[in-house]
């Protein structure tokens, strides 16, 4: 049985195909550039604050889902971790009130059904077609399939109630919309794009309808989405425990350089040792790539079957970045009880991101992210990753600094936020996340989940270079730490399937 693997990048997607592999036998080698395993699911520590790098809460640790099934079998215990509740408070332009998605179905359904009149028959069909996707994909298809044995996968994972489904593949959520007579609630429709663009990286109009029926009802029971004791860096750090407890080993500051292929087939990769400059080359009968799909195009020379993946690559609509302040407060900064996760749109006129928008996460009291009586805030905002690209350092530091400035004025309206309540202060753009976790340009969040580019039409583990594999947000079910251990889950038993 060939046996020599290389993964390239230690984020939670390679770290979970990582210690899956390990455990099932092979001969593991994880190469990652940075200082910290986890990616954008790492964390840093600043003042006796611990922050967030950018993913700030996880899914799938319920009985049943992909964490927890991993972590049974990688035989590690979950982390320990207690639910969102509301998983979000969304504030729309000029409101106070919020609009709270909450974990109990029950509770959410009147929090809808009070917000949003009328519309809950396009809520129906979206808890059904959820329904039908979860347990189409708790059965473990492959998407989209490039082999026979993808294929089986796929059609073994159907059963009649994944026929509900078929109508609405080609769908949008502004097309459901307007099926239901719902296009003209504004209200509505803001909300909803709010939150796609969260999980999406697009609005309404163009998120695959399949997808966000998933996205919009996974945080509600028995599912729902988690707050990890610690930080996010504790995810990462089991991953690593099982894959080093499974024999296989984890390398940090070494970047993969180039990867070297013969015959329609990948031979080996170079890396350069980030401390000492020093380039070798380890040989692998099989590379997984856990980067974005942007990044992996340009680890190959050029051949006709590359040629064409990159055109596909090319073509495609352009991610967006992330800009981030982190915040370490004084507890009194924290309005009484305010939600773990908020959504704040300030302009209703202006597209989102740009600082129009901003997605904020609050730690507890007593999680392990600041020190008693301090807490940690997280906001984010969806930004063109090319206007930090292509600037002068002057220009670049005085758009971070007015991006900075009008982040914290904005959410000094909800948070007591002054010069006593702040503690430190640090913003992250586009350039950092290209710096730290070497993801092009920054890109952040995958390829966005249009109909062109989920299940079916999206991107697939397998590439057209035989033994060469991607996992990530870049392929099938997208961006999140369930969705990238989705895709390295699906491409363990692919490998273990060639043999």
């Not at 106070?96 to 129906?124: A, G, L, Y």
């Not at 997808?211 to 988690?226: D, H, R």
């Not at 080359?281 to 974005?292: F, L, M, Q």
Request: net charge neutral; charged share 20%.
């Amino acid at each position: 049985m060939p046996n020599r693997i290389i993964i390239i990048g230690a984020g939670i997607g390679g770290l979970t195909a990582g210690a899956l592999l390990a455990r099932r036998g092979y001969n593991v080698t994880i190469y990652e550039q940075a200082l910290v395993p986890g990616g954008c699911a790492s964390t840093f520590k600043r003042r006796g604050f611990t922050f967030d790098v950018g993913a700030t809460q996880v899914a799938g640790l319920e009985p049943g889902g992909i964490h927890q099934r991993i972590f049974e079998e990688l035989g590690v215990e979950l982390p320990e971790a207690t639910f969102c509740d509301p998983a979000c408070a969304v504030f729309l332009p000029g409101e106070t009130e919020p609009i709270k998605v909450w974990r109990d179905r029950q509770q959410w359904q009147e929090e809808r059904q009070r917000q949003f009149p009328k519309s809950e028959p396009f809520w129906q069909l979206m808890a059904k077609l959820f329904e039908a996707s979860w347990k189409f994909q708790g059965r473990d298809p492959v998407l989209p399939p490039r082999n026979l044995w993808d294929f089986w996968q796929l059609v073994s994972a159907m059963r009649l109630d994944t026929l509900i489904t078929v109508p609405f593949a080609l769908m949008t959520v502004g097309d459901a919309l307007r099926l239901y007579g719902l296009a003209k609630d504004h209200r509505l429709k803001t909300f909803l794009d709010l939150q796609l663009k969260l999980y999406s990286q697009v609005n309404a109009d163009e998120t695959a309808l399949l997808y966000a029926a998933t996205a919009l009802a996974v945080s509600q029971a028995p599912q729902g989405l988690y707050h990890l004791q610690g930080s996010m860096q504790v995810l990462s750090d089991r991953l690593v425990e099982a894959l080093e407890k499974h024999g296989g080993k984890l390398l940090t500051g070494h970047s993969v350089q180039q990867i070297q292929t013969h015959n329609n087939q990948v031979q080996s990769v170079s890396i350069r040792q980030q401390k000492t400059g020093k380039i070798c080359t380890d040989t692998a009968d099989h590379i997984v790539a856990n980067v974005p799909v942007q990044n992996l195009i340009e680890l190959l020379p050029s051949f006709p079957l590359w040629k064409l993946y990159k055109n596909r690559i090319d073509k495609l609509p352009q991610p967006s970045g992330a800009f981030v302040v982190y915040l370490g407060v004084d507890h009194q900064a924290i309005p009484p009880n305010c939600s773990p996760h908020l959504q704040f749109l300030y302009n209703p006129n202006a597209p989102i991101g740009e600082n129009n928008s901003l997605f904020v996460s609050v730690s507890k009291s007593g999680d392990g992210r600041a020190p008693e009586g301090k807490a940690t805030i997280i906001a984010s905002t969806f930004t063109d990753a090319q206007i930090w690209d292509q600037t002068s350092l002057e220009t670049y530091r005085k758009l971070k600094e007015q991006y900075t400035s009008e982040a914290i004025a904005r959410l000094s309206s909800y948070f007591h936020l002054t010069p006593d309540t702040i503690i430190h202060q640090e913003a992250a753009t586009p350039r950092t996340f290209a710096k730290f976790t070497a993801r092009e340009k920054g890109f952040v969040g995958g390829i966005g989940q249009r109909v062109s580019t989920f299940g079916p039409f999206g991107i697939a583990t397998r590439t057209p270079l035989n033994n060469l594999w991607l996992v990530g947000d870049s392929t099938h079910p997208g961006e999140g730490t369930a969705g990238v251990s989705y895709s390295a889950f699906t491409v363990v038993r692919q490998i273990q399937s060639s043999h």
